[in-house]
């Protein structure tokens, strides 16, 4: 009898223990869920810490829009290079990645409004003195990131040997040892690493090549759009942007454009 007992008290605690728990679930289930990939590859807007936590400038604003939306995002590493093809197969919800909105790649998906104002660079070895702009890159070997809006620069340099890598930051150790001439890829990603990480000995010529703007990606005419765009105004209005700006680049955003041109 008084086992009994024991039991239906143990019993009672453990449906308080799991209901007091179910009061607190990790998901809201009433917020959209956002499937949104990622290449933590790209310091500052996406890297991993030392402690494996996804971190960067894309990721900060992309929780804040989460947040003004009203989504809860599950982000999902994937390389850059197939990114686009999965989110033509609509495998993802959406990617933030740095990615410049191009007028090729909105044939095949949708951006949101422009999030961050970004160009090209060219990167050579400090003692390097003959690469200073575009028609000095004639004929040298170049390294780019496959898929990249450098990859495509690239090709239009004459005679130039193109290097292609996965994953960004490795082209720079090339750089170093001299097995590439040059490294071409985005300005502030390149800078913030010669900056913060381990490659002194590295300068990037001045002038941009290009300008560009990053938006977030997303299947064609994807529903979510809207919502994107109506929290990217938010966040520029309420001074969100400028925050995230000034704690990833130290400085003051540049001027958006609320749009480009769309197919
Ligand atoms: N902005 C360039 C592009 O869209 C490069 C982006 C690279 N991003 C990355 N996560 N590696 O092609």
């Known amino acids: 009898?008084?086992?009994?007992?024991?039991?239906?008290?143990?019993?009672?605690?453990?449906?308080?223990?799991?209901?007091?728990?179910?009061?607190?679930?990790?998901?809201?289930?009433?917020t959209k869920l956002l499937k949104v990939a990622t290449d933590p590859t790209f310091i500052p807007f996406e890297i991993?810490?030392?402690?494996?936590?996804?971190?960067?400038?894309?990721?900060?604003?992309?929780?804040?829009?989460?947040?003004?939306?009203?989504?809860?995002?599950?982000?999902?590493?994937?390389?850059?290079?197939?990114?686009?093809?999965?989110?033509?197969?609509?495998?993802?919800?959406?990617?933030?990645?740095?990615?410049?909105?191009?007028?090729?790649?909105?044939?095949?998906i949708s951006f949101s409004r422009p999030y961050f104002k970004a160009g090209l660079a060219i990167a050579v070895r400090e003692d390097n003195q003959d690469i200073k702009d575009f028609n000095s890159l004639k004929g040298k070997k170049i390294a780019v990131q496959i898929g990249s809006t450098g990859a495509d620069f690239a090709k239009t340099i004459p005679h130039a040997k193109i290097i292609t890598f996965n994953s960004g930051p490795d082209f720079f150790q090339d750089l170093l040892?001299?097995?590439?001439?040059?490294?071409?890829?985005?300005?502030?990603?390149?800078?913030y690493a010669i900056k913060n990480s381990n490659f002194k000995g590295i300068k990037v010529v001045t002038n941009l090549l290009t300008e560009e703007y990053y938006g977030i990606a997303t299947p064609k005419n994807s529903p979510h759009l809207d919502t994107i765009n109506n929290a990217i105004a938010t966040l520029l209005a309420n001074n969100t942007y400028k925050q995230i700006y000034q704690k990833w680049f130290n400085s003051e955003p540049p001027q958006l454009p609320d749009s480009l041109p769309q197919n």
Request: aromatic share 6%; net charge neutral.
């Open 177 to 191: 040892n001299g097995n590439v001439d040059a490294v071409i890829s985005d300005a502030f990603a390149t800078l």
């Open 1 to 30: 009898m008084l086992k009994l007992k024991h039991l239906i008290m143990s019993l009672g605690c453990l449906l308080l223990i799991i209901a007091c728990n179910s009061s607190h679930p990790k998901i809201n289930f009433h």
């Open 48 to 108: 991993r810490n030392t402690s494996g936590k996804l971190v960067g400038f894309d990721i900060d604003l992309m929780n804040a829009i989460a947040k003004v939306a009203g989504f809860t995002v599950q982000f999902e590493s994937m390389p850059f290079d197939g990114m686009i093809s999965t989110l033509q197969a609509q495998k993802v919800d959406a990617a933030i990645n740095g990615i410049t909105i191009t007028a090729e790649r909105l044939k095949t």
